[in-house]
Every structure is written in C-alpha cells, then in structure tokens.
C-alpha cells in the first residue's frame, strides 16, 4: 500500500496501525535476511507506538524507517560505521523525528547506508550488505540504498534519507521509486549526523510522489537549532499537487543528455519529456556549461567539509575507543584507524589535503569559485524554463563489487545530481520505465526534476504530472 492509501484505510478503519505494523514486520521478517535494507527494527515499540497511535493526525499510524544517520531518542545511530555499532545510542530526537512523531508517524527501523553517506552502492556500509530488490546481484544506490530497499521492497511505506550529493534520488531511482532532496535550508538537520554541511539535506523516499509531498510537509519548515533552515513560509505542497505543466517551459540541459547516458535509458527521458509536453509543457533546450566541472569540484568541496566535521570522533566523546592506545594521541590514531573505513579515510585524506596550507588555493578556493560558476548558470537557465528535466543517473543499478578497485567510477557517475547541491535546488527522482540488464532482470530508470530554490512545490508539480503518464 502506498502511504497515501494507508491514511485513507486508517481514517476508514479499514485497516489499523497495529494491523499495518504487523504486516509490515511480517515482510521485514521474511525479506531482510535477503535484501538487507534495515540494520536495526525495535518489533516490541512499533507495536506499543501502533497500540496508541492518534489517526486523525496527518501521518497518523503510518510506519516509517530512518536513514542510519538520523538520531531518534535511545536508538542506535550507527551511520553504518562501525566506530558507531554498540557504541553509541541517541540522546535526543533530530528534529525530523521529533516532526515525525508528532505527525502521527510510528518509528519501525533503521536502514542501511554507506558509512557516514559517503558513496552511491550502499557497500560502503560497514556492517551490513543491501541488494536491489529488482535484481539481487545488484546495487540498491546509495547512499540511502537501505531506505530506498525498504521502500521498493514493501518493508516500510515511506523512509527518510539524506542527500549530499544524489544519495536520496540515486537509490530512488535504481530501485524504482520515487525520493526528493528539498531545497538546501527547506528541513532542518538537527540531530542528521553532518557529512558535509554546504550540501546536506534530509528528505523522503515514498511510492509516489503524493507521499514524498505528505511527507514533506510534515518535515519542512524553520528550526532554530539548525541555523541553515531558513525562516520562509512552507506552502501547502497539496494544494498545487495536481495543478499540471500546462504553459510551464521544461529545460532539458544538452549536457545532461551526455556523460555515458545509456542509449536505452536516454529514449526513455526523452519520452517522459515529450508526454509532458503533449500535457501542454514547451520543451527548450538549456546550457549548463560547467557540469563537467560539477564531479571534481563536488569531490573538493564534500571531502574538505567532511574531514572537518569528521573530526569529531577521536575515541574521547563517544563512539569507538581503541583498547590498545597508549596516550591521548594514540587514542585518536588508532580510534579512527580502527573505526573509519577505506572510503571514509579516503574523503578525510582527500580533503585535509585539499585544505592544507599550500594547497587550499589551488583546489578548495577554487572549487567555490567553480560552485559559484555553476549556481549562476542555473540562474540563467531559470530564465528560460520554468524546470529542468534529465536523467538521474547515467547508468541503472550496476553489480555489487563491479567498482571495487576503481571508486572514481562511482564517483563520475553522480555527475546529474551533485549540481543540484551544489547550487541548493530542489530535485526529484520519479520512475520512468525499465530498461534491460542484459541477464534477464528489469532495472527502473528515474527521471530527475530541478526547479528553482524553494520551489519544492513546482518539483512536486511536475513530478506529479510526469508520475501521471507514466502509466
Ligand atoms: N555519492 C556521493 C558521495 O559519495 C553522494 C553521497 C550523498 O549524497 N550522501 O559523496
């Protein structure tokens, strides 16, 4: 059930959350041995949170899971990583949480990432193994490849995630469903444990994107513990939901239609395109000259703040302490070398070099002149179109371990989403068809849709009318 049918089967009394919970443990128990999409599920407090459950609240008995990085009161928060595994428990709620509960909304479990949400496979995650449901000898995407998983997979019926650089969107697309990254500043992050603080944002991952809208709503808004949220009025993402594309210009950027853009997956955006237009949409061709800047400078600026941030855990606070540590500068060494895995020692490595005296002129500072190079070309596409349509990503859901000695793969091909956090949009992934994976399975294709900063209601819009005739 979608979640949008799930609140309409409460409020009828067609079904209960204790019901809704019970089905969905069932799944959780039958599938997540295979799938692998959830580290942690609490069965017991699902159940106590179903028994009291208010459903005339807006998600009112509806089961959720959380991206492994989103801090719910005493529960483990391990960002797949195991300097956090049995370590560490939440002290607090984040602020999406906290939004969530007050919604109505019942906390089922915890899904897998790659550690710290650094990477697009989900296999950098250091405790657990997430395939695609579509295709078990595949990747679900990543970073969120748990929440995706769950979701694709019927073991929750919406889930959080976070994206820094596509890690919602990307597993949304590679396992069919539909994730949004609000406009930077639109949810707060309070309590999201920070990757890299210029470009993170927290957003749903849902069937449909009526859900990822509800959702949404309930998340969005100022918070005065994140001083990033901004102070702007949330829209009613409803009201304009089914308002169309009629006389709306949608940019199909010429570079997004490169970059190794598989054949098969280009006909079916282009298609999805054109039965917009056939709605009443113009099409216009758009020019977003420094895409092909967008991965490096990304892989500057995202391993610079993450070295930063990261520093925070040296054994002390909390988390891993290393047991074999002779002195306080030895804790931290062999904390971190214990805890950390390769991808993360990568990015601290990769950014405290690119911020390092001699070097931090040559990469970091001109990494934010490039960012603002290509926040100013999507201004000048906005003039021209309304919104912009690409794909999400250039590939379907590759094999597991098919990237295992070459990480720049991964990294090259984020190069249709990390602009859009580069530049603080809006975006969407929404399923657009499957193409063949050449050994018998059908992997989905999303279609990416960016608007302007804060226009979250227009992606959803579009997205809407897109979603629509797909079928
Ligand atoms: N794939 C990108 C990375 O590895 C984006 C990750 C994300 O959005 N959290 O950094």
């Keep these: 059930m979608t979640l949008t049918e799930s609140l309409a089967a409460l409020s009828?009394?067609?079904?209960?959350p204790t019901a809704l919970v019970e089905e969905l443990l069932s799944q959780i128990e039958s599938q997540n041995e295979t799938i692998g999409a959830l580290i942690s599920y609490d069965k017991e407090r699902a159940l106590a949170e179903a028994a009291k459950a208010d459903t005339?609240?807006?998600?009112?008995?509806?089961?959720?899971?959380?991206?492994?990085?989103?801090?719910?009161?005493?529960?483990?928060?391990t960002c797949a990583s195991k300097f956090l595994e049995n370590t560490y428990r939440s002290p607090y709620d984040a602020t999406v949480t906290r939004k969530l509960r007050e919604a109505g909304a019942i906390l089922l479990g915890r899904a897998n990432m790659d550690e710290f949400a650094m990477g697009s496979s989900t296999e950098n995650s250091a405790l657990m193994k997430t395939v695609n449901p579509h295709d078990h000898s595949r990747i679900p995407g990543g970073s969120s490849g748990g929440s995706a998983a769950a979701v694709a997979s019927g073991m929750a019926i919406a889930a959080l995630g976070s994206d820094t650089g596509g890690s919602i969107r990307q597993p949304a697309a590679h396992c069919g469903i539909v994730g949004m990254k609000p406009s930077y500043g639109r949810v707060s992050r309070y309590g999201v444990v920070a990757f890299a603080s210029s470009l993170d944002q927290v957003g749903p991952l849902a069937n449909n994107v009526e859900d990822v809208a509800r959702v949404l709503q309930v998340i969005a808004g100022h918070d005065p513990l994140d001083s990033t949220s901004l102070d702007a009025p949330v829209p009613d993402f409803l009201a304009t939901l089914n308002d169309g594309v009629k006389g709306l210009r949608i940019g199909l950027p010429k570079q997004y239609f490169a970059h190794g853009l598989r054949p098969e997956m280009e006909s079916l955006i282009r298609a999805a395109a054109?039965?917009?237009?056939?709605?009443?949409?113009?099409?216009?061709?758009v020019d977003l000259p420094s895409t092909e800047a967008a991965v490096a400078t990304y892989y500057i600026l995202a391993p610079a703040e993450a070295s930063s941030n990261l520093s925070r855990f040296d054994g002390i606070r909390y988390g891993h302490r290393s047991s074999e540590a002779e002195d306080i500068i030895d804790t931290y060494k062999k904390s971190r070398e214990e805890g950390f895995g390769p991808e993360v020692k990568r990015r601290i490595l990769l950014g405290t070099y690119v911020l390092s005296s001699g070097y931090y002129d040559a990469y970091y500072s001109r990494a934010q002149k490039v960012r603002t190079l290509i926040q100013r070309e999507f201004a000048a596409a906005f003039e021209?179109?309304?919104?912009?349509?690409?794909?999400t990503s250039p590939r379907p859901a590759r094999k597991i371990g098919a990237c295992e000695e070459d990480p720049l793969d991964d990294y090259l091909a984020d190069i249709f989403t990390i602009s859009a956090n580069l530049a603080g949009l809006p975006g969407i992934s929404i399923p657009c068809g499957k193409v063949d994976s050449g050994d018998g399975a059908k992997l989905p294709v999303g279609v990416q849709i960016l608007a302007p900063h804060l226009r979250d209601d227009l992606v959803l819009q579009v997205a809407k009318a897109a979603e629509l005739t797909n079928e």
């Design 384 to 391: 021209q179109a309304d919104v912009l349509l690409t794909p």
């Design 12 to 16: 009828s009394g067609q079904t209960t």
């Design 56 to 77: 005339s609240l807006p998600l009112g008995g509806v089961p959720i899971v959380l991206k492994d990085n989103i801090n719910a009161l005493d529960d483990p928060c």
């Design 274 to 285: 054109a039965r917009l237009e056939k709605q009443g949409a113009s099409l216009v061709e």
